[in-house]
């Protein structure tokens, strides 16, 4: 039995000819995941007509013997069966991804996914399909009267089956699953699925108090194994209604850019689970519709074992009140979705505002986020200052700022480190929060790439960019200046004005 290498590309259809007497048709078959069992499924190719002599691998399929080296190509593609049919066997696997997701309109992924045919089969109904019909027609026979191909027929997907080498090699090139930063169903290229890398201990990032630390920890709990994703389960409920209360919602409230949504990512990175981040507008307001979405969501998590954060969630912990009929409906409606939830449930807010008491009722845990003091200031100053130079040493996605990659090293001086790390020369007059912090710093290696670039005699990136003293204290200046002109606008500095619309104190400075 030899082999057809096929010139994949996209969901696109092969080109017909015109003329059907001009072209020929070829039926060709490879193995699919189908609902727990791998069967045969079909494409059928055609090869147009074409005059005198055309290389053999130009044309749409070609017997792999006639690839550059087809040794070679036939380990390559037996070492991609044999990823896709580990991953596939766990039915959902959390994965990372970073390549072209396969559309009539390719688009460039970097992010975590998690692959999951039936989910996709079931819900991605506008999506492009490229699960297409079962062989049919009369099948060849072998000597002794059986389908020639039925040992390849219809096998069950079982990570403890040991396939043989032709299985993998006629195995898909593509899985279907989500996206998960997009928050899309996806067709991925297996050539870029990669196991996750894991922290061994990303709580390290986080500034906060040993003892709320491993509050959220506890609740959290343990680690996931593996990168087979299971459902959602509780050792025991309290609720004597069966299939109620048996889920952990934590309440994250304090200032902005203090650290809560940061949390929830971190603890999801701890746990090894996915992590479905929502808000408002992926859920909306009107209560129908809210609902309809929050359960979707809140199923799909369940299925997947992933922890669900739904940021700046106040509109959905108002207190009810008489005569306040669609927001009444909008709490209420909140409340029912999240009831049933047996999965991890982060909700953040930027303060504690006239909240609901059956909404509070139902929290397990709540804990408030401070402005940052002076010396935990100087501590993200300096964690991302190591953040940067550890990203360029590996190469990490996070090296990327402004949506364009580092291409040249990025050096901060000593003397501009001093000007936030020093008590004596950092401004007294900002109180910065993290994602301040993070701005600023993205702002001053940009005013030193553009310093960069200016100074360049051909044009090209500089192979260094030096971040100076005066970049730092220029973006610190205008910083300040900003908070100085929305004071004499609205009578308030921006936390201050913001401290009034929520119950919260001013935090520590």
């Known amino acids: 039995m030899d082999f057809l290498y096929l010139s994949f590309n996209g969901t696109q259809s092969p080109l017909i000819d015109p003329h059907p007497t001009d072209r020929w048709q070829l039926t060709l078959w490879n193995l699919a995941y189908d609902n727990g069992r791998l069967r045969r499924r079909a494409r059928i190719v055609y090869v147009n007509r074409f005059y005198g002599v055309q290389v053999i691998t130009d044309l749409a399929a070609f017997p792999t013997k006639f690839a550059p080296d087809p040794e070679a190509l036939r380990s ?16 959902q696997s959390y994965m990372r991804y970073n390549g072209l997701v396969i559309s009539d309109k390719p688009y460039h992924y970097q992010g975590d996914i998690i692959v999951d045919h039936q989910s996709y089969m079931l819900e991605a109904l506008d999506s492009p399909n490229l699960v297409v019909p079962d062989v049919s027609g009369e099948e060849p026979q072998d000597l002794h009267g059986e389908p020639l191909f039925s040992k390849f027929n219809d096998m069950e997907c079982s990570a403890a089956n040991e396939l043989d080498p032709a299985h993998y090699l006629l195995l898909p090139v593509h899985v279907l699953g989500f996206a998960l930063r997009k928050r899309e169903w996806a067709i991925f290229d297996m050539s870029f699925v990669e196991d996750l890398v894991m922290d061994s201990n990303p709580m390290k990032h986080l500034i906060m108090s040993q003892e ?5 920890e506890a609740v959290a709990g343990s680690p996931r194994k593996g990168t087979a994703l299971k459902p959602w389960t509780t050792d025991w409920s309290a609720d004597f209604i069966e299939g109620k209360g048996r889920g952990q919602v934590i309440f994250l409230h304090g200032s902005p850019g203090t650290g809560k949504t940061m949390t929830v990512e971190l603890i999801a990175k701890k746990t090894r689970r996915p992590l479905l981040s929502l808000s408002v507008a992926d859920l909306g307001t009107e209560e129908v519709q809210m609902e309809k979405r929050l359960m979707k969501w809140l199923s799909r998590a369940a299925i997947w074992g992933a922890i669900v ?3 700046e969630a106040e509109v959905y912990m108002e207190q009810r009140e008489p005569g306040q009929t669609g927001r009444n409906a909008l709490v209420t409606a909140f409340l029912r979705s999240m009831e049933y939830f047996p999965g991890l449930l982060f909700l953040t807010s930027n303060g504690i505002g006239l909240f609901d008491e059956a909404v509070m009722s139902r929290i397990h845990l709540a804990v408030q986020y401070e402005r940052p003091t002076d010396a935990e200031r100087t501590e993200i100053w300096r964690k991302l200052f190591d953040k940067l130079e550890q990203d360029q040493e590996s190469g990490s996605e996070s090296s990327q700022t402004g949506g364009s990659a580092i291409k040249s090293t990025i050096v901060v001086r000593s003397t501009a480190r001093d000007v936030v790390l020093s008590k004596e020369q950092y401004p007294t007059n900002l109180k ?13 290696i940009s005013l030193a790439r553009h310093r960069s670039l200016k100074d360049a005699v051909d044009g090209k990136p500089p192979k260094k960019i030096e971040v100076m003293a005066k970049d730092l204290e220029a973006v610190l200046k205008n910083k300040g200046e900003f908070n100085d002109h929305y004071k004499e606008a ?8 913001a401290a009034q619309k929520y119950f919260r104190g001013e935090g520590k400075s």
């Open 432 to 444: 910065l929060n993290g994602r301040d912090i993070r701005n600023l710093l993205l702002s001053a």
């Open 76 to 91: 390559q593609l037996i070492e991609r069966g044999k990823r896709y049919y580990r991953i596939i066997c766990d039915q």
């Open 212 to 216: 709320k630390q491993e509050m959220i």
């Open 309 to 311: 954060l739904i940021d």
């Open 490 to 497: 609205t009578g308030s500095y921006p936390d201050e004005m």
